[in-house]
């Protein structure tokens, strides 16, 4: 069965730091990945998603991902984190072909001004 | 463009009281889900619909029920409400398998229930 661990649950960086967020999943094949926002009181923002191709995926608001198929990781980076990023990130993962998309617990990230 | 349209959006139910919540998408989707947002568990797979007429289990069943009424329309049944079904609902719709992907979330539905 597909799983998606996010190790983190809470994570403070400094306003300009760099960011990274890490997501594991088990699965046999390569899967449908994808990385999820949710700031204070708002919906979910898809980031970026991956589905085939190039590893490294760029995906809006600066963010960017790698996909590293010997690790079944697929960790979200960011150069600079600025104070409005401060919100959760969650990752999840769906398998080709299919619709059953699951979703990690979530890492809440927090930003020192 | 509505989009992904859920309701009721506040509902407070007692132990026992069944309700349904409704979710409709104007964006001729094939796949519908239901999630549910717990605080420290992330969000949970409900149900999920493929197509008209299918559906299958998600991570969570138990203690609800699903009807696929037509393209547009998903809606999620609770027969004998539980303290633990409080949570946040959301419903989504998506085109996967047609390799866009991106999930498009209702607003969400907190239900709470005594």
């Known amino acids: 069965a597909q799983s998606v661990t996010q190790p983190d649950i809470h994570i403070t960086v400094s306003e300009g730091a760099s960011l990274e967020l890490r997501c594991n999943y088990s699965?046999?094949?390569?899967?449908?990945l994808f990385w999820y926002v949710q700031s204070p009181g708002q919906g979910l923002q898809l980031l970026l998603k991956?589905?085939?191709?190039?590893?490294l995926v760029q995906g809006i608001k600066g963010f960017e991902a790698e996909f590293k198929r010997s690790q079944s990781s697929f960790n979200l980076r960011k150069p600079s984190v600025h104070w409005s990023d401060a919100a959760e990130y969650f990752c999840?993962?769906?398998?080709?072909?299919?619709?059953?998309?699951?979703f990690g617990k979530g890492t809440r990230l927090h930003i020192l001004p | 463009n509505a989009g992904v349209t859920q309701t009721p959006k506040f509902q407070v139910l007692k132990t026992g009281q069944s309700m349904t919540l409704q979710c409709a998408q104007d964006?001729?989707?094939?796949?519908m889900y239901w999630y549910r947002q717990d605080p420290g568990m992330g969000l949970r797979l409900i149900y999920y619909s493929a197509s008209e007429g299918t559906t299958d289990k998600g991570e969570v069943p138990n203690g609800y029920n699903v009807s696929r009424l037509n393209k547009r329309e998903f809606s999620l049944r609770l027969e004998s409400a539980a303290p633990s079904q409080t949570s946040v609902y959301f419903c989504a719709s998506s085109e996967v398998r047609a390799g866009t992907g991106e999930l498009f979330f209702g607003e969400g539905s907190r239900l709470t229930v005594l």
């Open positions: 964006m001729n989707h094939n796949s």
């Open positions: 991956y589905f085939s191709g190039d590893t």
């Open positions: 699965y046999g094949a390569t899967p449908y």
């Open positions: 999840a993962v769906g398998p080709p072909g299919d619709d059953k998309i699951i």
